[in-house]
């Protein structure tokens, strides 16, 4: 697309309000453009229309109506979520009109760089992680993206001496044409969204456009475990300078553990040893801190922490000022957060884990002795890759939401003898209760209740925020 500014007089249309959607309203609104937002939700379930409305922007809610993309249409913006499918996107490709989402137009309009963080799993985490190494560094990062602040509203309060930290979806990355981060994070790529992208194919191709524009003056950090990751670095389609990263390799460059982890399981009596080092091809090594003392715990989570040490790296932050939210940092909410202790048993919410590879991490990120809450939409999959996890890891399953017979089969399979399926209740909430009450009636002392789904939670809620928040309001009132 053209710079923002380009589009003075011309019409745009913003498909979804929610934040972005607002942000980017006001934003073409202020440079002169004729905005027209669109949503499908009813007009009493879009509090955000009456803002715009009092702005003067066109607000039409409660559906698509004909004729809302027309010639004359200049440019559509849409909310990532909406997928490619619906009429008004369909109607605006087969125009020829682009179809973008925020992180294009922000991108366009900042004059900060950015760093941009995508990822099957870990992304809140990393983002949120760099963020605070980079404060603490002194380059006053702007975190946001699919984070909270939206893309846009970042940009246009961002100067050159700021960093936007950028949490970025495949859903976003997807309308993108022109971006071109500074620096860019591909921590892992896992079947997942498929509903969405229609395929694997789609899926990596839209995580790839993190990389599309970069040159050899900007950096990519990819996890060399990941073998999809690898494979985009061996297409060599990648330009940009690669900084490695690994917890089971030991590499002649990048930032890795020495000595890695296995291969296999998770804690082990020797992982105080283990060391985080970055290793310059110039420099030699530098040894930064012991994994033990990272702020948070699990494997998954020390990838996460030598995955944001290089992208601080990368847009020169000093290491000594890492070193302090290394170990400060406690994570983020909804993801492997304590949520408290009950008679000896500990309790974490993990809600966020809204795929089985997620729970499979989550699962390794403890010595055994847990007892997993999982569970919720459907999107066909047989969570057989769940089995060996099952096998090793826990003590029992309580399963809720559509997949509960799947999950339960899984464990049974898996040769568990506590499997509990929690059928609906009156509320979703009274059933979440329930699984609470039925995890705690077998865990014993020293055991984990993990509520860890492996599935999207909207078949019973409205996000996994909320699915999490009931979890530890359960854990809190035994």
Same mark, same amino acid.
């Given at each position: 697309?053209?710079?923002? %500014?380009?589009?003075?007089?011309?019409?745009?249309?913003v498909?979804? @309000?929610?934040?972005?959607?607002?942000?980017?309203?006001? @934003?073409?609104?202020?440079?002169?453009?004729?905005?027209?937002?669109?949503?499908?939700?009813?007009?009493?379930?879009?509090p955000?229309?009456?803002?715009?409305?009092?702005?003067?922007?066109?607000? $039409?809610?409660?559906?698509?109506?004909?004729?809302?993309?027309?010639?004359?249409?200049?440019?559509?913006?849409?909310?990532?979520?909406?997928?490619?499918?619906?009429?008004?996107?369909?109607?605006?490709i087969?125009?020829?009109?682009?179809?973008?989402?925020?992180?294009?137009?922000?991108?366009?309009?900042s004059?900060?760089p950015?760093?941009?963080?995508?990822?099957?799993?870990?992304?809140?985490?990393?983002?949120?992680?760099?963020?605070?190494?980079?404060?603490?560094?002194?380059?006053?990062?702007?975190?946001?993206g699919?984070?909270?602040?939206?893309?846009?509203e970042?940009?246009q309060?961002?100067?050159?001496?700021?960093?936007?930290? =950028?949490?970025?979806?495949?859903?976003?990355?997807?309308?993108t044409?022109?971006?071109?981060?500074?620096?860019?994070?591909?921590?892992?790529v896992?079947?997942?969204?498929?509903?969405?992208?229609?395929?694997?194919?789609?899926?990596?191709?839209?995580?790839?456009?993190?990389?599309?524009?970069?040159?050899?003056?900007?950096?990519?950090? $990819?996890?060399?475990?990941?073998?999809?990751?690898?494979?985009?670095?061996?297409?060599?389609?990648i330009?940009?300078?690669?900084?490695?990263?690994? $917890?089971?390799?030991?590499?002649?460059?990048?930032?890795?553990?020495?000595?890695?982890?296995p291969?296999?399981?998770?804690v082990?009596?020797?992982?105080?040893?283990?060391?985080?080092?970055?290793r310059?091809?110039?420099?030699g090594?530098?040894?930064?801190?012991?994994?033990?003392?990272?702020?948070?715990?699990g494997?998954?989570?020390?990838?996460n922490?030598?995955? %944001?040490?290089?992208?601080? @790296?990368?847009?020169? %932050?000093?290491?000594?000022?890492?070193?302090?939210?290394?170990?400060?940092?406690r994570?983020?909410?909804?993801?492997?957060?304590?949520?408290?202790?009950?008679?000896?048993?500990a309790?974490?919410?993990?809600?966020?884990?809204?795929?089985?590879?997620a729970?499979?991490?989550a699962?390794?990120?403890?010595?055994?002795r847990?007892?997993?809450?999982?569970?919720?939409?459907?999107?066909?999959?047989?969570?057989?890759?769940?089995?060996?996890?099952?096998?090793?890891?826990?003590?029992?399953?309580?399963? @809720?939401?559509?997949?509960?017979?799947k999950?339960a089969?899984?464990?049974?399979?898996?040769?568990?003898t506590?499997?509990?399926?929690?059928?609906?209740?009156?509320?979703a909430? =009274?059933?979440?209760?329930?699984?609470v009450?039925?995890?705690?009636s077998?865990?014993?002392p020293?055991?984990?209740?993990?509520?860890?789904?492996?599935? =999207?939670?909207w078949?019973?809620?409205?996000?996994?925020?909320?699915?999490?928040?009931?979890?530890?309001?359960?854990?809190?009132?035994?």
């Open positions: 697309m053209e710079s923002p %500014a380009a589009y003075r007089n011309k019409r745009i249309v498909l979804g @309000l929610a934040k972005s959607g607002v942000s980017v309203a006001k @934003l073409f609104h202020k440079l002169g453009a004729a905005v027209t937002v669109n949503d499908s939700k009813e007009r009493h379930l879009c955000e229309a009456d803002e715009l409305d009092a702005l003067g922007v066109s607000v $039409i809610c409660g559906g698509h109506p004909d004729g809302l993309i027309t010639k004359e249409t200049a440019l559509v913006v849409k909310n990532p979520g909406i997928p490619y499918s619906v009429p008004p996107v369909r109607q605006a087969e125009l020829g009109i682009e179809v973008v989402t925020e992180v294009e137009v922000a991108y366009l309009l004059p900060a950015i760093i941009g963080i995508t990822g099957s799993n870990g992304k809140t985490t990393t983002t949120t992680w760099i963020g605070e190494m980079l404060e603490a560094a002194g380059m006053k990062p702007i975190v946001a699919n984070i909270g602040t939206p893309l846009c970042a940009a309060t961002a100067d050159e001496d700021n960093w936007i930290v =950028a949490e970025l979806s495949s859903f976003q990355l997807k309308g044409s022109a971006f071109r981060p500074k620096v860019s994070l591909l921590l892992n896992v079947e997942t969204h498929l509903d969405y992208h229609g395929g694997m194919d789609d899926y990596i191709a839209s995580k790839a456009k993190l990389f599309a524009n970069q040159t050899a003056q900007d950096t990519a950090v $990819i996890n060399a475990d990941d073998p999809i990751c690898r494979q985009l670095v061996e297409e060599g389609n330009v940009a300078n690669i900084i490695p990263f690994s $917890i089971t390799q030991s590499l002649g460059y990048g930032v890795c553990i020495e000595p890695p982890f291969d296999d399981l998770t082990s009596a020797d992982d105080a040893e283990r060391i985080i080092v970055w310059d091809r110039d420099a090594d530098y040894p930064i801190l012991p994994v033990h003392e990272l702020g948070i715990p494997r998954h989570n020390a990838a922490a030598l995955a %944001a040490i290089a992208g601080c @790296l990368a847009a020169g %932050a000093e290491i000594e000022s890492l070193l302090k939210p290394l170990r400060e940092f994570g983020v909410e909804h993801r492997l957060e304590f949520a408290g202790e009950h008679k000896g048993v309790y974490y919410n993990n809600s966020k884990a809204t795929n089985p590879t729970t499979i991490i699962l390794r990120s403890f010595p055994g847990i007892v997993l809450i999982a569970g919720g939409l459907d999107r066909g999959s047989d969570y057989m890759e769940l089995l060996p996890h099952f096998r090793d890891q826990t003590k029992a399953v309580v399963a @809720l939401g559509e997949t509960r017979g999950i089969r899984v464990a049974e399979l898996a040769g568990l506590n499997v509990i399926i929690v059928e609906p209740e009156e509320d909430e =009274a059933t979440l209760h329930r699984a009450r039925e995890a705690a077998i865990a014993e020293g055991d984990i209740v993990l509520l860890s789904p492996a599935c =999207a939670s078949d019973m809620f409205k996000s996994y925020e909320q699915r999490g928040r009931i979890f530890k309001q359960s854990a809190h009132t035994l």
